[in-house]
């Protein structure tokens, strides 16, 4: 299955936050990620989609593998 982060055009992450907790997300792989809340959030069909009650809790190992795989942090 193709991942959607080809999709997801640079400036819309750069504006896309959490909406728990409004800091910014990660993108890796196929979802948005916050780290400090071990929250992921899906991407369907290239449209992120961030609802508190669809986003999905991260276990410590988890978040370990996706932490790994981040890419780096954006210096601006």
Excluded: F, K, Q, W
């Amino acid at each position: 299955m193709p991942s959607d982060r080809h999709t997801l055009p640079p400036d819309l992450l750069s504006i896309v936050v959490c909406p728990a907790d409004r800091g910014p997300l990660l993108l890796i792989d196929d979802l948005l990620y916050n780290p400090r809340l071990h929250r992921a959030y899906r991407i369907d069909d290239g449209i992120p989609v961030l609802l508190v009650d669809e986003a999905r809790d991260v276990d410590d190992d988890e978040h370990a593998r996706l932490m790994a795989r981040a890419a780096p942090a954006d210096p601006r």
